[in-house]
C-alpha cells in the first residue's frame, strides 16, 4: 500500500506565495515520477508539474517562471513553492506519484488553494 498526503494549501492575495508538499509512505520501492495536478471549480484536472526521479521537470506553460518543483528522496516527499500566485490559480492541487515499470498511480487528497484578486 501508498499512502499520500499533501499539505501546505491555504488562502492567499494575488501576489503572494505558498509552499505545497507531498509526502509519499507505504511501499515506497521504485516510486518514479511524481507531479501535482489541479483541479479548479467546474474544470478538468490538469497537470501543473512533474518531476522525475533523477530530478528531471516539466511544467505547464501556465505556471512556468512563477512555481517550482523540486524532490527529496530521502524524504519521499516533493514541494511545490508558488510565487507570484494569481486568482486562476485557485484549485484543489493534487499530489501524483507513478510506479516504475508499472501503471500503477496514486493520489492523494488534495489540498485547496485560494488566491483572491
Known amino acids: 500500500q501508498v499512502q499520500v498526503v499533501e499539505s501546505g494549501g491555504g488562502s492567499v492575495q494575488a501576489g503572494g506565495s505558498l509552499r505545497l508538499s507531498c509526502v509519499v509512505s507505504?511501499?515506497?520501492?521504485?516510486?518514479?515520477?511524481m507531479g501535482w495536478h489541479r483541479q479548479g471549480l467546474g474544470k478538468e484536472r490538469e497537470l501543473v508539474a512533474e518531476i522525475s526521479a533523477g530530478g528531471r521537470t516539466k511544467y505547464v506553460d501556465s505556471v512556468k517562471d512563477r512555481f517550482i518543483i523540486s524532490r527529496d528522496n530521502d524524504k519521499n516527499t516533493i514541494y511545490l513553492q508558488m510565487d507570484s500566485l494569481k486568482p486562476e490559480d485557485t484549485a484543489v492541487y493534487y499530489c501524483k506519484a507513478d510506479r516504475l515499470r508499472s501503471l500503477s498511480e496514486y493520489w492523494g487528497k488534495g489540498t485547496l488553494v485560494t488566491v483572491s484578486s
Open positions: 507505504g511501499n515506497t520501492v521504485s516510486i518514479g515520477a
